[in-house]
Structures are given as C-alpha cells and as structure tokens.
C-alpha cells in the first residue's frame, strides 16, 4: 500500500467524458489498496475564459477579485469528480482549498504556497475515502481566495503530496512525459526517462510549461517523488507505479542511474521556447556609474521583473543603449513608468517590441562542456535567424528572437544538438495550445 497524489491538468477534466477517464485512473489506484488524494486543474480553456471576463468587468481589476473569480474553473471540476467516483461505487469527497485549509501568502492571483493543513484529510484517506482537491487556490493570511499564478494545479498537487508525506506525486498531463522540447512543436522531440530537479527547475522557468516552476522547487525542496505521465492511457497501458512517465530525480540519483544504465550524461537535455517576453530599448543613456540602476531600481520597486539585459558598447558622446526583456503582460506599465522618468535617466527614446521569443538550451553538460553556445549561435546563424539578446546561466543559454521564427528556432537546434529521435512521431493529445 503506498499513499499517492494524483494530479489530472485541464485537458485530462474537459468534460463529462474525460473526467470518467480520469476517474478510472483513480478507482484504480484506491482498488490496489492505495491512499489516494487527487488534485484537479479546471476544464482546458476555464481558465482563460474567467481572465477574460474579469478583464471586460473591469480592465484594472482587483486581483483578490480576480481571484474569486478565476478559483472557480477548479471548484466545478472536483465536484464534479468528487460525483463521477461517487457513481462508480467508490467513497470520495472534494475538499476545497479553504476547508484544508491551504495557506497562501504574498501576491493575490500570484500567491506562494505556506501551510497546509492535512491532519482530517490523511485521517479521511485513512478511512478509505478519496480525497479530491481543487488545484491553483488557497487562502489568504486575511482568510480570501487566492490563486497560484498560471499553471498553479502542479504547486497545490506538490505542496498536498509534502503536507500527506505521499509515496509520490504522479502529474499526470496529455503526454507521456517531458520531452527534450515541447512535442507540439517538434514531433521527432524524444522522451526522457529521467530528468533533474535542477535542469527542470530550469526549463520550467525558460518556458517548458508541462511542469509550473514553482512545483519543481518545492517538490526539490520538501523531496517530493515527482512523475509526469499521461491520463490518456488505454486498458492494458503500464501501471503507474511501473513509473512509465519521467521521474524527476537528484543529481546523485541520476548519476547511480546513468552509471547502472552505462549511459552518458548528454550535454543538452533540452530546449524550451517562451513567448511571453517583450523587447525595450532605451537609447543614448549617459555611459555613466548609476544609469542603470536609475533604469531598473523604480521597475524593481513596482514588481516588474527584467529578465535578459544588455549595455551596449559605449558610444563616442558617453553615451550607450541599454535593452531588456520585460513580461509582456507588463510592457505598458514598464514603458509609461520609463517615459515618466526620461529626464531623470536622460535617455534619448524607447523602443519596444513584443513580437519577440526567448529560445533556451539546458543541460547539466554545460557546467564540463564548452561550445554550447557557439553551436547555437552557429545554427541560427546558418538558418538567417537574428539573435536580438543573449543571457547564460551555469547550464542554460538563452537567446531573444523574432517571434515569427521561434518553430524554425526551436527545429533547427534541436536537430543541431542531436536530439532528434528516430521513432514514431509523439502522439499529442487535445487542441493546439496557446
Ligand atoms: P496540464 O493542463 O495537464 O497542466 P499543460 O498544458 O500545462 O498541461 O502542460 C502540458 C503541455 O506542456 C504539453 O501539452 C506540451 O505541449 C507542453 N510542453 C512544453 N514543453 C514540454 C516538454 N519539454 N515536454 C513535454 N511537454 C511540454
Ligand atoms: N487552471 C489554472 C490555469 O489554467 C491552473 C492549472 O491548470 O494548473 O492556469
Ligand atoms: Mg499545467
């Protein structure tokens, strides 16, 4: 007997069909004599569609409000799961996220995960009862629903599986596992077996979106068994506890496990692509100590985070370019908060652009290995691809780019770093995804 969280994202609940899937998975599990508690995402597309409505209401809303609102995709799905097993036989009860309770804090519509409560949820799987959790929500130190942050479901799934001291957290999501890219957009993308907290925590922050960062760090954290598989199994498809999806592992487990395999580590594990950055340039700043931190101090202060960054070399008059990278989402409150301060920053103009992608290699290899770099540039560069902006980290290389070109970005350096697999095309469940 083991005790399991199970986590089913959005496109594993679109509708009554899909949920009864996602139901057998469950009754399965608790028949083999297994703790179960499991942790829903709202229907595909729920989500944006209550965003949406809260933006028509009110284009500077209240994110406490907005929070009521976009927590509620999730509050129908466990009901309605909760229903489904009820139908089947089994016992099984929603618990929402204010009745654990699960304790948030900081940002509304962005809030950290804290506390969780468990002590009647275990003695409620004890007694044989499926628990059933909306994902993405919790509560506030001032006791009003919060929301994660996009993607959150895998956090609260995380977090549930440290407060119940679970077996394992299995995501399980509409493929198979994490890919050495998105397979939606390369279909020769191989599938990893295992994959690192840190080259994870990694892709998850540089875009690969099948995990949210945040579940990454905490499950690293709170050493947390971590599994994305597939919900859209057939009947005789492997069990779950046969880990047929990825594992992610320590770097020391890794190691024992390329060593028992005799495999070598490859350098690049795998590339991601994010299309959520936007593109300033403030041209002719004073080339002198303390212009920059004029620049990014007030953008600091008003929560606005700047991610790529480059000076340009200093021109003859003392005076250079500065770019970065803002999140889209945030490029008018960056831009009217610059052109506020023009004077004192003395620059010359803003240029912005968000038609931009930020494409990124990760891998281990890189902390031993030289050229990563060089061979991507090399590889856009043969494809007429302009790299606008370059960041590093010990094992990530990250370029800006033309968003029209992100597919063929993405194609042609996962192809240069031999990362292409010879099998079947990837089976790709659901809509094409934003
Ligand atoms: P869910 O609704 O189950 O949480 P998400 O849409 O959040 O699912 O995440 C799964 C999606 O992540 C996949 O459909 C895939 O398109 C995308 N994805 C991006 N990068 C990767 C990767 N490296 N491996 C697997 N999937 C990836
Ligand atoms: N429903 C939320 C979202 O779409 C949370 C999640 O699915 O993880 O972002
Ligand atoms: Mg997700």
Known sequence: MARIVMKFGGTSMAGTERIRRVANLVRAQAANGNE???????????????????????????PAEYDVVVSSGEQVTSGLLALTLQAMGCKARSWLGWQLPVKTFSAHANARVGE??????????????????????????????????????????????AAVEADRCDIYTDVDGVYTTDPRIVARARKLKYVTFEEMLELASVGAKVLQTRSVSLAMKRNVRLQVLSSFVGEGAPAADTLPGTMIVSEAEMDEIMEKENMERQTVTGIAHDKNEARVVLTRVPDRPGAVAEIFTPLGEAGINVDMIIQNVGRDKGETDVTFTVPKAELARAQALLEDRKDKIGFNRIITDAKVAKISVVGMGMKSHTGVAALMFKALADRGINVQAISTSEIKVSVLIDEDETELAVRVLHTAYGLDSDDAPVEVQGEVKA
């Open 116 to 161: 969780i409560y468990a002590e009647r949820l275990v003695e409620s799987m004890q007694g044989g009862e499926i628990a059933v959790i909306p994902g993405f929500q919790g509560l506030s130190e001032e006791d009003r629903i919060t929301t994660m942050g996009r993607g959150g479901s895998d956090t609260s799934a995380v977090a549930i599986a």
């Open 36 to 62: 179960v508690a499991v942790v829903v995402s709202a229907m595909a597309g729920e989500t944006d569609r209550l965003v949406n409505f809260c933006r028509e209401a009110n284009p500077l809303y209240d």
